[in-house]
Protein backbone atom coordinates (compact mmCIF):
# COMPACT_ATOMS: atom_id res chain seq x y z
CA UNK A 1 0.00 0.00 0.00
CA UNK A 2 1.23 3.56 -1.03
CA UNK A 3 0.20 6.22 1.29
CA UNK A 4 0.42 9.73 -0.16
CA UNK A 5 1.20 12.05 2.72
CA UNK A 6 1.02 15.12 0.73
CA UNK A 7 -2.06 15.89 -0.86
CA UNK A 8 -4.69 18.77 -0.89
CA UNK A 9 -8.72 19.00 -0.70
CA UNK A 10 -10.94 21.89 -0.53
CA UNK A 11 -14.11 20.45 0.61
CA UNK A 12 -17.42 22.04 -1.01
CA UNK A 13 -18.74 23.19 2.24
CA UNK A 14 -15.41 24.95 2.93
CA UNK A 15 -15.14 26.59 -1.18
CA UNK A 16 -18.48 27.84 -0.57
CA UNK A 17 -18.53 29.25 2.76
CA UNK A 18 -14.67 31.15 1.62
CA UNK A 19 -16.27 32.06 -1.67
CA UNK A 20 -18.80 34.01 -0.07
CA UNK A 21 -16.28 35.68 2.37
CA UNK A 22 -13.20 36.10 0.33
CA UNK A 23 -14.10 35.21 -3.67
CA UNK A 24 -10.35 35.57 -4.66
CA UNK A 25 -9.51 32.94 -2.27
CA UNK A 26 -6.28 35.32 -0.95
CA UNK A 27 -2.98 34.64 -2.50
CA UNK A 28 -4.28 31.47 -4.27
CA UNK A 29 -6.61 33.11 -6.57
CA UNK A 30 -8.20 31.49 -9.46
CA UNK A 31 -6.29 28.16 -8.39
CA UNK A 32 -8.88 26.84 -6.51
CA UNK A 33 -11.28 27.76 -8.92
CA UNK A 34 -9.17 26.24 -11.74
CA UNK A 35 -8.09 23.01 -10.07
CA UNK A 36 -11.62 21.27 -9.37
CA UNK A 37 -10.21 17.75 -7.91
CA UNK A 38 -9.72 19.71 -5.23
CA UNK A 39 -13.73 19.54 -4.24
CA UNK A 40 -14.76 17.31 -7.13
CA UNK A 41 -13.38 14.02 -6.85
CA UNK A 42 -14.66 11.94 -9.47
CA UNK A 43 -11.09 12.35 -11.60
CA UNK A 44 -9.26 12.59 -8.85
CA UNK A 45 -10.48 8.78 -7.95
CA UNK A 46 -9.60 7.52 -11.31
CA UNK A 47 -6.30 9.12 -11.46
CA UNK A 48 -6.25 7.34 -8.10
CA UNK A 49 -7.27 4.20 -9.04
CA UNK A 50 -4.55 4.17 -11.82
CA UNK A 51 -2.08 4.00 -8.99
CA UNK A 52 -3.13 0.60 -7.91
CA UNK A 53 -2.69 0.13 -3.96
CA UNK A 54 -2.69 3.93 -3.37
CA UNK A 55 -4.08 5.94 -0.54
CA UNK A 56 -4.11 9.78 0.13
CA UNK A 57 -3.97 11.64 3.48
CA UNK A 58 -5.53 14.90 2.72
CA UNK A 59 -4.90 18.52 4.23
CA UNK A 60 -6.68 22.06 3.11
CA UNK A 61 -5.19 23.78 0.48
CA UNK A 62 -3.25 26.98 0.30
CA UNK A 63 -3.68 30.00 1.27
CA UNK A 64 -3.45 29.79 4.72
CA UNK A 65 -6.76 30.85 6.49
CA UNK A 66 -5.21 33.52 8.43
CA UNK A 67 -3.98 35.75 5.22
CA UNK A 68 -7.43 36.42 4.34
CA UNK A 69 -9.55 36.44 7.25
CA UNK A 70 -10.69 37.58 10.38
CA UNK A 71 -9.89 35.87 13.99
CA UNK A 72 -13.63 34.79 13.98
CA UNK A 73 -13.95 33.94 10.28
CA UNK A 74 -10.73 32.24 10.55
CA UNK A 75 -12.14 30.19 13.52
CA UNK A 76 -14.86 29.31 11.48
CA UNK A 77 -13.40 27.93 8.29
CA UNK A 78 -11.41 25.78 10.27
CA UNK A 79 -14.07 23.97 12.37
CA UNK A 80 -16.08 23.83 8.69
CA UNK A 81 -12.76 22.50 7.32
CA UNK A 82 -12.23 20.23 10.03
CA UNK A 83 -15.75 18.71 9.59
CA UNK A 84 -15.94 18.06 6.25
CA UNK A 85 -12.34 16.52 5.89
CA UNK A 86 -13.01 14.25 8.75
CA UNK A 87 -17.12 13.47 7.06
CA UNK A 88 -14.80 12.69 3.48
CA UNK A 89 -12.37 10.02 5.40
CA UNK A 90 -15.27 8.54 6.84
CA UNK A 91 -17.23 8.13 3.66
CA UNK A 92 -13.99 7.40 1.50
CA UNK A 93 -11.70 5.32 4.22
CA UNK A 94 -10.51 3.42 1.47
CA UNK A 95 -8.93 6.14 -0.31
CA UNK A 96 -8.77 8.74 2.65
CA UNK A 97 -7.69 7.35 5.50
CA UNK A 98 -6.67 10.42 7.12
CA UNK A 99 -6.60 14.03 7.20
CA UNK A 100 -4.51 16.84 8.56
CA UNK A 101 -6.50 19.54 10.78
CA UNK A 102 -6.96 22.97 10.06
CA UNK A 103 -5.97 25.64 12.22
CA UNK A 104 -6.16 29.47 12.47
CA UNK A 105 -3.28 30.66 14.69
CA UNK A 106 -4.99 34.25 14.75
CA UNK A 107 -6.73 33.45 18.22
CA UNK A 108 -4.61 30.82 20.03
CA UNK A 109 -7.20 30.06 22.19
CA UNK A 110 -9.59 29.20 20.00
CA UNK A 111 -6.81 27.27 17.52
CA UNK A 112 -5.62 25.19 20.33
CA UNK A 113 -9.91 23.72 21.63
CA UNK A 114 -10.13 23.65 17.50
CA UNK A 115 -6.67 21.49 17.34
CA UNK A 116 -7.67 19.04 20.51
CA UNK A 117 -11.91 18.94 19.51
CA UNK A 118 -10.06 17.86 15.54
CA UNK A 119 -7.69 15.04 17.22
CA UNK A 120 -9.68 13.92 20.04
CA UNK A 121 -13.14 14.15 18.42
CA UNK A 122 -12.70 13.97 14.88
CA UNK A 123 -9.37 11.51 14.53
CA UNK A 124 -7.12 13.87 12.45
CA UNK A 125 -3.69 12.63 12.27
CA UNK A 126 -1.95 15.57 12.50
CA UNK A 127 -1.90 19.37 12.16
CA UNK A 128 -1.23 21.63 9.44
CA UNK A 129 0.18 25.00 9.94
CA UNK A 130 2.31 27.34 7.69
CA UNK A 131 5.78 29.11 7.22
CA UNK A 132 4.26 32.44 8.88
CA UNK A 133 1.25 33.56 10.46
CA UNK A 134 -0.09 36.61 8.35
CA UNK A 135 3.90 37.41 8.49
CA UNK A 136 4.96 36.44 12.18
CA UNK A 137 7.36 33.48 12.58
CA UNK A 138 6.67 30.11 14.15
CA UNK A 139 9.11 30.99 16.41
CA UNK A 140 7.22 33.40 18.05
CA UNK A 141 6.72 32.31 21.85
CA UNK A 142 3.44 32.49 21.21
CA UNK A 143 2.78 29.68 19.17
CA UNK A 144 4.74 27.22 21.31
CA UNK A 145 1.44 25.79 22.52
CA UNK A 146 1.26 24.26 19.64
CA UNK A 147 4.39 22.58 19.24
CA UNK A 148 4.09 21.11 22.67
CA UNK A 149 0.81 20.41 21.99
CA UNK A 150 1.82 17.69 19.22
CA UNK A 151 4.97 16.43 20.90
CA UNK A 152 2.14 15.25 23.63
CA UNK A 153 -0.04 13.49 21.20
CA UNK A 154 3.34 11.78 19.34
CA UNK A 155 1.56 13.34 16.66
CA UNK A 156 3.17 15.03 13.25
CA UNK A 157 2.81 18.65 12.30
CA UNK A 158 2.52 19.53 8.78
CA UNK A 159 4.74 22.82 8.20
CA UNK A 160 3.65 23.85 4.53
CA UNK A 161 4.81 27.10 2.83
CA UNK A 162 3.63 30.68 2.25
CA UNK A 163 4.18 34.00 0.73
CA UNK A 164 2.19 36.39 -1.15
CA UNK A 165 2.12 38.77 -3.96
CA UNK A 166 3.10 41.16 -1.75
CA UNK A 167 6.36 40.46 -0.69
CA UNK A 168 8.46 41.82 -3.65
CA UNK A 169 11.76 39.85 -5.33
CA UNK A 170 13.68 43.55 -4.79
CA UNK A 171 13.65 45.94 -2.61
CA UNK A 172 12.86 48.45 -5.28
CA UNK A 173 9.13 47.15 -6.28
CA UNK A 174 5.90 46.52 -4.47
CA UNK A 175 5.06 43.21 -5.78
CA UNK A 176 6.38 40.36 -6.33
CA UNK A 177 6.64 39.36 -10.41
CA UNK A 178 5.81 35.94 -12.44
CA UNK A 179 4.95 34.02 -9.96
CA UNK A 180 8.15 34.05 -8.41
CA UNK A 181 6.68 34.86 -5.04
CA UNK A 182 4.91 31.10 -5.06
CA UNK A 183 8.07 29.17 -7.31
CA UNK A 184 10.85 30.51 -5.31
CA UNK A 185 9.63 32.25 -2.21
CA UNK A 186 7.63 29.20 -1.04
CA UNK A 187 11.18 26.99 -0.90
CA UNK A 188 13.12 29.93 0.77
CA UNK A 189 10.37 30.11 3.38
CA UNK A 190 10.64 26.35 4.34
CA UNK A 191 14.39 26.85 4.77
CA UNK A 192 13.92 30.11 6.49
CA UNK A 193 11.57 29.03 9.37
CA UNK A 194 13.26 25.19 9.58
CA UNK A 195 16.45 27.74 10.39
CA UNK A 196 14.45 29.66 12.97
CA UNK A 197 12.68 26.68 14.91
CA UNK A 198 15.90 24.88 14.94
CA UNK A 199 18.01 28.31 16.55
CA UNK A 200 15.17 28.90 18.81
CA UNK A 201 15.83 25.24 20.55
CA UNK A 202 12.10 23.76 19.48
CA UNK A 203 13.65 20.50 19.22
CA UNK A 204 15.28 20.95 22.69
CA UNK A 205 12.34 21.87 24.12
CA UNK A 206 10.25 19.45 22.92
CA UNK A 207 12.08 16.02 22.55
CA UNK A 208 10.42 13.54 19.72
CA UNK A 209 8.54 16.59 18.12
CA UNK A 210 7.51 15.51 14.55
CA UNK A 211 7.44 18.19 11.80
CA UNK A 212 7.34 17.12 7.74
CA UNK A 213 8.24 20.06 5.47
CA UNK A 214 6.66 20.05 2.51
CA UNK A 215 9.05 19.79 -0.92
CA UNK A 216 11.77 18.09 0.28
CA UNK A 217 12.37 20.47 3.15
CA UNK A 218 12.49 23.90 0.82
CA UNK A 219 16.47 24.77 0.11
CA UNK A 220 18.04 23.33 2.91
CA UNK A 221 19.10 19.61 1.47
CA UNK A 222 20.81 21.72 -1.51
CA UNK A 223 22.91 24.38 0.58
CA UNK A 224 23.47 21.79 3.27
CA UNK A 225 27.17 23.64 3.90
CA UNK A 226 26.08 27.13 3.48
CA UNK A 227 23.70 26.69 5.91
CA UNK A 228 25.91 23.97 8.25
CA UNK A 229 28.25 27.09 8.56
CA UNK A 230 25.31 29.55 9.35
CA UNK A 231 23.92 27.41 11.94
CA UNK A 232 27.33 27.06 13.82
CA UNK A 233 28.12 30.74 13.96
CA UNK A 234 24.73 31.75 14.95
CA UNK A 235 24.84 28.48 17.88
CA UNK A 236 27.87 29.72 19.08
CA UNK A 237 26.31 33.22 19.38
CA UNK A 238 23.04 32.11 20.38
CA UNK A 239 24.71 30.59 23.20
CA UNK A 240 26.68 33.02 24.63
CA UNK A 241 23.57 35.25 25.42
CA UNK A 242 20.95 35.15 28.35
CA UNK A 243 19.25 32.27 28.68
CA UNK A 244 15.82 34.20 27.15
CA UNK A 245 15.37 30.99 24.68
CA UNK A 246 14.25 28.46 27.26
CA UNK A 247 17.92 27.37 27.75
CA UNK A 248 20.38 25.11 28.43
CA UNK A 249 20.67 26.18 24.65
CA UNK A 250 21.95 23.55 21.78
CA UNK A 251 22.51 20.42 23.87
CA UNK A 252 23.01 18.96 20.01
CA UNK A 253 24.72 20.36 17.04
CA UNK A 254 22.51 22.77 15.15
CA UNK A 255 22.77 20.50 11.87
CA UNK A 256 21.67 17.20 13.71
CA UNK A 257 18.32 18.85 14.23
CA UNK A 258 18.20 20.09 11.44
CA UNK A 259 17.81 16.48 10.02
CA UNK A 260 15.15 15.55 12.25
CA UNK A 261 12.92 17.22 10.46
CA UNK A 262 10.59 14.71 7.69
CA UNK A 263 10.55 15.56 4.37
CA UNK A 264 8.31 14.58 1.67
CA UNK A 265 8.69 14.10 -2.07
CA UNK A 266 6.22 16.51 -3.67
CA UNK A 267 9.24 17.43 -6.18
CA UNK A 268 7.25 17.17 -9.10
CA UNK A 269 9.31 14.57 -10.55
CA UNK A 270 12.57 16.37 -10.44
CA UNK A 271 14.60 12.63 -9.47
CA UNK A 272 18.17 14.43 -9.01
CA UNK A 273 16.81 17.08 -6.46
CA UNK A 274 14.98 14.17 -4.59
CA UNK A 275 18.30 11.95 -4.24
CA UNK A 276 19.78 15.31 -3.13
CA UNK A 277 16.77 15.70 -0.29
CA UNK A 278 17.13 11.83 0.26
CA UNK A 279 20.87 11.97 1.02
CA UNK A 280 20.01 15.24 3.76
CA UNK A 281 17.03 13.85 5.30
CA UNK A 282 17.91 9.35 5.16
CA UNK A 283 15.26 7.43 4.71
CA UNK A 284 13.49 6.94 7.79
CA UNK A 285 12.89 10.77 7.23
CA UNK A 286 11.74 11.10 3.92
CA UNK A 287 7.97 10.57 2.99
CA UNK A 288 6.66 10.31 -0.09
CA UNK A 289 3.98 12.89 -0.95
CA UNK A 290 2.83 14.22 -4.45
CA UNK A 291 1.11 17.54 -3.91
CA UNK A 292 -2.03 16.43 -5.84
CA UNK A 293 -3.79 17.78 -7.13
CA UNK A 294 -1.50 20.56 -8.07
CA UNK A 295 1.02 18.12 -8.49
CA UNK A 296 0.62 14.39 -10.69
CA UNK A 297 0.29 11.11 -8.76
CA UNK A 298 1.66 9.24 -11.96
CA UNK A 299 5.15 11.62 -12.26
CA UNK A 300 5.29 10.90 -8.38
CA UNK A 301 5.66 7.56 -8.19
CA UNK A 302 7.92 7.72 -11.76
CA UNK A 303 10.21 9.54 -9.94
CA UNK A 304 10.15 6.84 -7.48
CA UNK A 305 11.12 4.11 -9.68
CA UNK A 306 13.92 6.18 -11.30
CA UNK A 307 15.86 6.84 -8.04
CA UNK A 308 16.28 2.96 -8.36
CA UNK A 309 16.12 2.22 -4.42
CA UNK A 310 16.70 -0.53 -2.50
CA UNK A 311 13.30 -2.31 -2.15
CA UNK A 312 13.53 -1.60 2.03
CA UNK A 313 14.25 2.12 1.17
CA UNK A 314 11.64 2.30 -0.87
CA UNK A 315 9.22 0.34 1.62
CA UNK A 316 10.23 3.16 3.72
CA UNK A 317 9.63 6.17 1.49
CA UNK A 318 6.12 5.03 -0.01
CA UNK A 319 5.00 2.93 3.69
CA UNK A 320 6.82 2.55 6.53
CA UNK A 321 7.78 6.05 7.75
CA UNK A 322 4.22 7.42 7.08
CA UNK A 323 2.43 4.35 8.91
CA UNK A 324 5.09 4.76 11.77
CA UNK A 325 4.27 8.69 12.08
CA UNK A 326 0.75 8.28 11.76
CA UNK A 327 0.26 6.17 14.41
CA UNK A 328 0.62 8.78 17.47
CA UNK A 329 1.55 8.29 21.09
CA UNK A 330 -1.15 9.29 23.75
CA UNK A 331 -4.11 7.18 22.71
CA UNK A 332 -4.59 4.21 20.54
CA UNK A 333 -5.90 5.57 17.39
Same mark, same amino acid.
Given at each position: ???????????? +?????????????????? &??? @????????????????? $???????????????????? +??????????? @??????????????????? $????????? $??????????????????????????????????? +????????????????????? #??????????????????????????????????? #???????????????? =?? %??????????????????????????? =???? %???? +????????????? %??? $????????????????????????????????? %?????????????????? @???????????? &?
Amino acid at each position: MIIDIATHVYPR +PVYDRVKRIASNFGSMGT &RID @NTRQLYDFDDRFRLMDE $AGEYVQIVSLSSPPIEEFMT +PEQGNEIARVA @NDSMAELVSRHRDRFPGFV $ASVSLHDMD $ASMNELHRAIDKLGACGVQIFTDVAGRALDDPEFD +PVFAAMKEYGLPIWIHPTRTP #GMPDFASESTSQFDIWLVLGWPYATAATMMRLVLA #GLFERHVGLKIITHHM =GG %MIPFHEERVAGALHRLGLQAARQKEES =GGPY %MRRP +PMEMMRMFYADTA %MHG $AVEATRCGLAFFGANNTVFGTDCPFGSIRKGLD %MIERLELEEPVEQKILHD @NAKRLLRGTKSE &R
